[in-house]
T-cell receptor, first 115, second 113 residues
Framework: DSGVTQTPKHLITATGQRVTLRCSPR?????VYWYQQSLDQGLQFLIQ???????AKGNILERFSAQQFPDLHSELNLSSLELGDSALYFC??????????????FGPGTRLTVL | GESVGLHLPTLSVQEGDNSIINCAYS??????FIWYKQESGKGPQFIIDIRSNMDKRQGQRVTVLLNKTVKHLSLQIAATQPGDSAVYFC????????????FGTGTRLTIIP
């Protein structure tokens, strides 16, 4: 158990809908990262927050957004969902600002299925 | 863009044997590399890391080798066990990149009892 929690574990929805994925980092970690993993693909970095502020952005679609709250939990919002958005979404946390040796600990993921 | 890639998508190894998983990277500016293990239905789990100023690092039953000349990274797992069956990802950190970590597509390691 990495200490990172994600809810829900599974999510099934229809195209055009909007969903919110939630992540609670390890106790004391200030950074939260979101990743997307499609079938048989590697992890694609979406976005990072550090202590409530956006710190880095990867290949995140404009239909997607995220935020980190004062209690450091984070939410990833996915809107106008398309079939291709079906994937595993992982959250990871790390102690600080993502320095090279700042190990990221991953949550169990949320499996999103768009029908 | 530059990416991290893997030479073999699947690897089967007899239990008790050693396994080697390879990874090629193309960004010479990358200064830190990590191997993650992902078991079915779980999130990636940190295994071992190495900085670019090192060429070898050992952990418990695992060794990571870094060859900067040919931009090659490998993960050696000694005396493999059934629990080692998983997908293994290498990841690189590029200091000037927008992404914090760039992951390879993964190698599926299967341990044959």
């Amino acid at each position: 158990d990495s200490g990172v929690t994600q809810t829900p574990k599974h999510l099934i929805t229809a195209t055009g809908q909007r969903v919110t994925l939630r992540c609670s980092p390890r106790s004391g970690d200030l950074s939260v990262y979101w990743y997307q993993q499609s079938l048989d693909q590697g992890l694609q970095f979406l976005i990072q927050y550090y202590n409530g502020e956006e710190r880095a952005k990867g290949n995140i679609l404009e239909r997607f957004s995220a935020q980190q709250f004062p209690d450091l939990h984070s939410e990833l919002n996915l809107s106008s969902l398309e079939l291709g958005d079906s994937a595993l979404y992982f959250c990871a946390s790390s102690s600080f600002d993502g320095a090279p040796t700042d190990t990221q600990y991953f949550g169990p993921g949320t499996r999103l299925t768009v029908l | 863009g530059e990416s991290v890639g893997l030479h073999l998508p699947t690897l089967s190894v007899q239990e008790g044997d050693n396994s080697i998983i390879n990874c090629a990277y193309s960004n010479s500016a990358s200064d830190y590399f990590i191997w993650y293990k992902q078991e079915s239905g779980k999130g990636p789990q940190f295994i071992i890391d190495i900085r670019s100023n090192m060429d070898k690092r050992q952990g418990q039953r695992v060794t990571v080798l870094l060859n900067k000349t040919v931009k090659h990274l490998s993960l050696q797992i000694a005396a493999t066990q059934p629990g080692d069956s998983a997908v293994y990802f290498c990841a690189e950190n590029t200091p000037l990149g927008n992404e914090k970590l760039t992951f390879g597509t993964g190698t599926r390691l299967t341990i044959i009892p």
